[in-house]
């Protein structure tokens, strides 16, 4: 099993019964995927969701198809398990929802200063993004984390492709927003 | 992507990058090969080789199936030697082969005579013949010769013949005794020329003459071994 073996041809042969090939898929994927829970869910839920999404994956494997590539499959299947977590919890996705930085209070601009001051940029990047409206923040992650170009993105997310872009476009302003917003007020 | 979008972008990959515990890694793995029949705490030596696997499995059924059944046929191969190595293969002879070798006045005979088929001797031969059948027969075969008061008074010799047997079976030698002390109208002249064949050996020439000149006499037709006849001269 070498490493340029694609996901899909790995995928089929893990349906065949070769369960070195899952293994291999899973080194690839597991990193950037449990990122993306983590980013959205928190840290309290990311190990159970993880752990489902790659069950649902393992139990799925029959009806796999390579209509797609496995990343936006694979995407696919962890952004419904996440939406269903929401509702199923009757919690809200780590998001604000405000888009206008200008309305959080003093001491909320403050907090990222305070960050910022420590030296952790990373920190305060990721502080961004847990800001981010929901759908913002999914587009980001499956740009950065899964590697998805817009159409992938459109697919996975099942939005067009404009509407993909159109999110993404607005995650990275509003985060050069925030982190320019921070530098000014340093 | 803007200038701008891959700082951010480089900026978030060199944050810290989490990473899942290596239980949750070994649990998603563990069901990863479970689904698939591969459990990786019980991986056999053919996990992965199931034709090997297979074909060790159907040469240990043939195995099974096939050594009885060769050993079976040893035996009866051996058995096959014992007899031939007092004479040719005696075969149970049945009514239409006894018939077509006795004259008339001998067919007549035997029809006043006892029934062969009820007589003790052939009870004998019967249980005999079948060399490799189970012993309940044998023993059915003994006690009922033992049992019967007529085959008693008819020949008191085939009782002592039938005692033998029951002590220790050797299809070979109950054979030649059954032939040695059978009535002479039930034997075949293949089994006369057995006993012939012994007396010749046992150096009663005499007695072989005698067996010789009865055969010729109830079996006219009768060609008898030449061989047997140099060995008298």
Known sequence: MDDETSDENLMLNYCNGDADAFEVLYQRHKGPLYRFILRQSGQEFVEELFQDIWLKVINSRMSYQVKSTFKTWLYHIARNRIIDHYRRHKLRPLETGCDNLSALSGSERKQPENQLEAGNQHELLMHAITELPRDQKEAFLLKEEAGLDIEQIANTTGVSYEAAKSRLRYAYKKLRDQLEFIHEHR | ?233
């Open chain 2, 1 to 233: 992507m803007n200038t701008d979008d891959e700082k951010i972008s480089s900026l978030y990959h060199e944050a810290d990058s989490p990473a899942p515990s290596k239980r949750l890694d070994d649990t998603i793995l563990a069901a990863s090969r479970e689904a698939v029949g591969t459990p990786a705490a019980t991986r056999g030596p053919f996990s992965g080789n199931w034709p090997a696997a297979v074909s060790i499995a159907a040469v240990i059924v043939i195995t099974i199936i096939l050594v009885p059944v060769l050993q079976q046929q040893e035996q009866q191969q051996s058995l096959t030697q014992a007899t031939s190595e007092t004479g040719r293969s005696l075969d149970a002879p049945d009514e239409t082969e006894l018939n077509a070798y006795r004259p008339t006045e001998v067919k007549k005979k035997s029809a006043d005579a006892p029934s062969p088929a009820s007589a003790p001797v052939m009870l004998l031969e019967e249980s005999d013949f079948s060399g490799s059948r189970a012993m309940p027969a044998r023993n059915s075969a003994g006690s009922s010769a033992a049992t019967s008061p007529a085959a008693d008074a008819a020949s008191p010799s085939v009782k002592e013949e039938v005692h033998v047997e029951s002590d220790s079976f050797d299809p070979g030698r109950s054979r030649m005794q059954a032939a040695d002390s059978a009535p002479f109208a039930i034997l075949t002249p293949e089994m006369w020329q057995v006993k012939i064949s012994r007396l010749i050996t046992e150096g009663k020439i005499d007695e072989a003459r005698a067996e010789i000149e009865k055969l010729e006499k109830h079996y006219p037709e009768h060609i008898i071994d030449p061989n047997l006849l140099e060995k008298l001269e």
